[in-house]
């Protein structure tokens, strides 16, 4: 069996984290803060002392952090972890990156001999739990062919989108349009609202019309209550949106919409609600700011 590593024990990462060692991995973890280790040991991982540590014998190593600036940091800049990694071991970022940095930190691998997938994943806190997170990677056919079982016990399956960088790609594709119509949904029933038709009766009925992402009708019980208890960080979605936007930058290709949601995003954010939910926008666009 291949030694394994997991990085990075956030909302998604300690969840799975936790479905691999459930399903008989044995895992080497770390975390930058201690707790979320410390409660992966108690299902049977080893918690490595440093990132060094934890990657060194690793024959594959799985990241899932925050940002490009944090991998970045870890891997390549001040901690450097990669000069502690095995000649010919796979790494496989998880986290939701832009495409171009995916090639830069493959470049970054391949100094050392390290073989590099970007393995995005859809679903969140939810489905990381349950192993129902789907993985789009981009690489080579017999690199994925290597971690599918180990992405298997923590998701549904793994899609191989294309070379290195496209399964950053469509990753960035899917959550442009999910913080879109996020906002689209709160502008509507904010609307339907002020024309005097209730907000029970919008949250129940527009979700199921065919004109409106489905995934909707799964944030109106937070709409309702205002408890937005995060799944997925609304400061993560502000910073898809800036790499979207980047990204299209680097194609040339005008994207109107996703900037203009990006401003939505980061007006929430710089509100205090970077760390609710995502869908705590629609508390934001209703003139709900936090600070
Ligand atoms: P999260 O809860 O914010 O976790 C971020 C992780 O990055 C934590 O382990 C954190 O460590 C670590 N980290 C942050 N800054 C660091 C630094 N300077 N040095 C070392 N480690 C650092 O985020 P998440 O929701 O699990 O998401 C992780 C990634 O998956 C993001 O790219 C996100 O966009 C993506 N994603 C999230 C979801 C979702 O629904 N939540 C779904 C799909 C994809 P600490 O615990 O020490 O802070």
């Not at 590593?5 to 479905?19: R, Y």
């Not at 930190?105 to 001999?113: L, M, S, T, V, Y």
């Not at 997925?232 to 919409?257: G, R, T, W």
């Not at 980061?266 to 939910?277: E, I």
Request: glycine share 10%; with cysteine; proline share 4%.
């Amino acid at each position: 069996m291949k030694k394994t590593a997991f990085i990075g024990l956030g909302i998604m990462g300690s969840k799975m984290a936790a479905n691999m060692i459930k399903k008989g991995t044995p895992l080497t973890v770390y975390n930058r803060t201690k707790g979320p280790a410390e409660e992966l040991v108690k299902l049977g991982a080893v918690s490595a002392e440093s990132g060094f540590d934890a990657v060194r014998d690793a024959d594959i190593v799985f990241s899932m952090l925050s940002n490009p600036a944090v991998v970045k940091e870890v891997f390549w800049g001040a901690a450097g972890w990669l000069s502690a990694m095995k000649r010919g071991a796979i790494w496989v970022d998880c986290s939701t990156v832009n495409p171009s940095f995916s090639r830069e930190a493959a470049g970054e691998a391949a100094k050392f001999g390290i073989r590099f997938i970007d393995a995005p994943v859809a679903g969140s806190k939810l489905a990381a739990e349950n192993a129902e997170i789907v993985f789009a990677a981009g690489g080579s056919e017999e690199d994925i062919r290597e971690i599918e079982p180990y992405c298997r016990q923590m998701g549904q399956k793994i899609m191989h989108i294309g070379e290195t960088g496209q399964g950053s790609a469509y990753k960035m594709l899917v959550n442009a349009m999910l913080a879109q119509s996020m906002v689209v949904f709160g502008e509507t029933v904010l609307l339907g609202e002020k024309m005097g038709i209730s907000r029970d009766f919008l949250l129940e009925v527009l979700p199921n019309l065919p004109v409106i992402a489905p995934f909707t009708k799964a944030k109106t019980e937070m709409i309702k209550t205002g408890n937005y208890d995060v799944q997925f960080p609304l400061e993560h979605m502000y910073k898809d949106l800036h790499l979207a936007a980047l990204s299209a930058f680097e194609h040339d290709q005008p994207v109107y919409m996703a900037n203009l949601a990006k401003e939505i995003y980061a007006g929430a954010a710089n509100s205090g609600m970077g760390r609710m939910d995502f869908s705590a926008v629609f508390s934001y666009l209703e003139g709900k700011q936090r600070k």
